[in-house]
């Protein structure tokens, strides 16, 4: 049975992540993801990969931890997904802890979704050049699994350094939450096998795509191969992200793979938001039958 999920920008205008969290659990949702964004530069020298121009919600964001944290202090099953972390704006130490606090306290309910980030300024602006953003995205993740897994972790790299430390508390998933790749170059399929378990790409509908459409079905293929060549055991976790409600296409997604399916809500309040809870919700319940 395919797994169904929200996203949403959390921001200030927009209906409250406890609320939201609530409504989506009651109406049977596995997941809510949360994406982020620390800031945005007001140069604006980086382009917006969706084309045109950058809508406000986000540099309107609420921090995507504490918004999660807000949505398990009132549900008791519904997954808590970043959706995706900017592990390229966070040090690892600090956010290994985070994430370890939310899986403990939430029951083990944290999906992490991760991502290298496009806006060059606004990592420069956390002291990352643009080129070495995947390098230090690699690092981070691998340092941070040390700190979910070890009792005296440490790491020595280019981009992070650390003698042995103790933290805790460890996850309540042993190892860490599932690490989900929102990214989809040649570069990814090796990176899931090496570092993550699983494929986050971003729903793109072949009919308005800004950038060149996804090939979902060699994605998943090549992520398998690189999974099975890098000796890992299971399977990868496959989700489709940031979905539009068209029964059709997504169960063209499913049928190549992909396990959950994530619908795109608007940044915008409860009168808005719920009605399209209660369509998505009707639309996973006619494609899992």
């Known amino acids: 049975m395919t797994a169904f999920g929200l996203t949403i920008f959390q921001t200030d205008y927009a209906i409250a992540p406890a609320l939201l969290a609530q409504e989506a659990e009651a109406r049977g949702f596995e997941s809510l993801f949360f994406p982020e964004h620390t800031h945005i530069p007001a140069s604006r020298q980086s382009p917006w990969p969706g084309g045109g121009d950058l809508p406000k919600e986000y540099w309107h964001a609420h921090d995507s931890f504490i918004a999660l944290a807000t949505a398990a202090s009132v549900t008791k ?162 989700t489709v992200f940031a979905a539009t409600p068209n029964q059709g296409a997504m169960e063209g997604l499913i049928e190549m793979g992909f396990n959950r399916v994530v619908f795109g809500l608007p940044a915008a309040g409860a009168d808005e938001v719920l009605p399209l809870l209660d369509r998505y919700a009707e639309l996973a319940a006619a494609i899992n039958g």
């Not at 808590?80 to 939430?106: C, F, N, W, Y």
């Not at 060059?120 to 953003?133: I, K, L, P, Q, Y």
């Not at 040390?146 to 280019?158: L, N, Q, R, V, Y």
Request: proline share 5%; glycine share 10%; net charge negative.
């Open 77 to 238: 099953t519904l997954r808590l997904g970043t959706g995706v972390a900017l592990i390229t704006e966070r040090d690892p130490i600090l956010m290994a802890k985070q994430v370890a606090t939310l899986d403990h306290l939430s029951g083990g309910r944290v999906l992490l979704g991760v991502g290298a980030g496009w806006n060059a300024e606004e990592m420069h602006n956390h002291g990352v050049a643009f080129a070495d953003r995947w390098k230090v995205l690699r690092e981070r993740l691998l340092a941070m699994r040390c700190i979910w897994t070890d009792d005296e972790a440490e790491f020595h790299g280019e981009f992070v350094d650390f003698d042995p430390i103790w933290a805790y508390p460890k996850p309540l998933q042993s190892g860490g939450p599932k690490v989900l790749m929102g990214a989809a170059s040649r570069w990814t399929w090796r990176r899931i096998a090496e570092y993550a378990d699983g494929w986050m790409p971003i729903y793109q509908n072949p009919e308005r795509a800004a950038v060149g459409v996804i090939d979902y079905a060699d994605g998943i293929r090549q992520t398998r191969a690189a999974w099975a060549e890098a000796g890992r055991s299971g399977e990868p976790d496959c």
